[in-house]
């Protein structure tokens, strides 16, 4: 996807407004939170990749485990029980 039709066509199919996406994509009003929210992941979470996996318990306060990339089921249930224990 890299063009503005193409963006436009898939926000459509998933069920948003035509005009409010075009109104988004030509201009930059979204931009700093995007950048702030993009070096949040790169620098407090050190998400280095696609997919990103953040597994946290949050009713417990647990610390996050994250892992980048395609991981066989073992690794991702071995994630979720550290994020469980700590």
């Known amino acids: 996807m890299h063009t503005t039709v193409e963006l436009v066509a898939a926000a459509e199919e ?3 407004d035509k005009a409010a996406m075009l109104a988004v994509l030509e201009t930059d009003q979204h ?5 702030t929210k993009d ?3 790169k620098r407090g979470l050190r998400c280095s990749g696609v997919p990103f996996f953040l597994v946290q318990d949050e009713e417990n306060d647990g610390a996050p485990v994250t ?3 395609a991981q066989p089921p ?3 249930e ?3 029980r550290q994020a469980l224990e700590e």
């Open 74 to 76: 073992e690794t991702i």
């Open 67 to 69: 892992f980048s990339g």
């Open 31 to 35: 931009e700093a939170s995007v950048r």
């Open 78 to 80: 071995a994630a979720i």
């Open 39 to 41: 070096n949040f992941a």
């Open 14 to 16: 998933g069920g948003l």
